[in-house]
């Protein structure tokens, strides 16, 4: 029997079941598309946290300590002189410090209570801190309208506010130009509005950055009017000098406040990088273990061939005996029943490969209108790409194979004249 023949055969023996082969593939199908469709999600959800924590991956934040020891004198405080000391540190690219009331957050910004209310109306409750005209740059944020204060401005400790867009948007509604030029009390001293920050995130866009020359003098007070600084914020020049910068701040913040055991450091130093690696390792982790999960499915598929196969035997079993006693041979009945069951894997693994492509395509375009330009989904992206495609194509079409290869060596051994009298 030549090879046409036998795939013309195999081929009419599926379109005469095809509730049955349909049901068979749609394992198959929903296998193939869940590898490659979680695949596509987890690498661009993988993509999306690196684009995100790329800008932060080589910064060192420098912030005070309380004292290790209990009861015993207050840590010396950070000032401007420790500012003056690291700035001589050759690797380092931005060094921002700020003043603030209490609280470190995890960009290097602080937090102080503060009550900010335009001349006329309601009061409310915001954050301010106090850089310098730098900290766009070293932070790697950047104005919606406006601009942000000048050298200048900053050196000459002008009353001038760039306002996050949460407390721009309750003082002035959602206009973003609305509170350019306007005057705003904070603290009793008024300030004038030349700009309004993007998008920090939700927990840092109720927030006040001024030049810390008024900060300190106009918004904290005496008691903050000094040369103390809540913190610095530290560029290195590359990801890869972040632990030579670190090991220096360590190396000269202990010459400056005279430590001489590590024990009793009354600073810290925090690498914002290597502490977000660990949970963007989870994230790679999680990418490349949830496909593994998906490939069950596939499995599920490979065991309902194999299922069908059999009950095609099974009930062909008088038409095997027929061919074989008419001169087909075990090799032509073998190569049909395989031919099946590989047939049954291909068609199902395309079948997954198109409707997950479809629904990618589908996502891509979707997921802009949902996300906006701000939050997690404006920088996320599902990752169509090759290799996953193959590899569930290829894995469907020998889950066939297997599949199909024993329910066709039974059906091959069998005997012409028990499979006649079969009933």
Partial sequence: MIVRDIVAIAMRALRANKLRSGLTMLGLVIGVAAVILLTSFGQGLTNSV?????????????????SPIPGGPPAEPLTDSDVQALAAIPQIDQMVPFVSGSSTGAAGQVSRAVTASVPGAQYLSASV??????FPAAAQKSVSAGTFFSQTQSDSGAHVVVL?????????????????????????????????????????????????????SGVFG??????????????????????????????????QHGVRDARFDDFQVQDLGSRLSTFTNLISLIAGFVPAVAAISLLVGGIGVLNIMLVSVTDRTREIGTRKAVGASDGAILTQFTLEATTLGGFGGLIGVLFAIGLIVAAKMAIPALGGSQGFLATFSPVLSAPPILVAFTISL??????????AWRAARLEPIEALRYE
């Fill in 129 to 134: 801190m106090g850089t310098t005209a730098n």
């Fill in 164 to 216: 996050g867009p949460l407390i721009a948007t309750a003082l002035y509604g959602q206009n973003p130009d609305a509170p350019l030029g306007r005057q705003l009390r904070i603290n009793h001293a008024l300030f004038q509005v030349i700009g309004v920050m993007e998008s920090f995130g939700a927990n840092n866009d109720n927030v006040i950055i001024m030049p810390m020359k008024a900060a300190r």
């Fill in 398 to 407: 020998l889950i066939g194979l297997v599949a199909g290869g024993y329910p």
């Fill in 222 to 255: 005496f008691g903050k009017g000094g040369d103390e600084v809540s913190g610095l914020y530290i560029k290195a020049i590359s990801t890869q000098e972040v632990k030579n910068v670190e090991n220096q701040v360590y190396d000269v913040m202990r010459r």
């Fill in 50 to 66: 690196n684009a995100a924590v790329a800008p932060i991956a080589n910064s060192v934040t420098v912030v005070p300590k309380l």
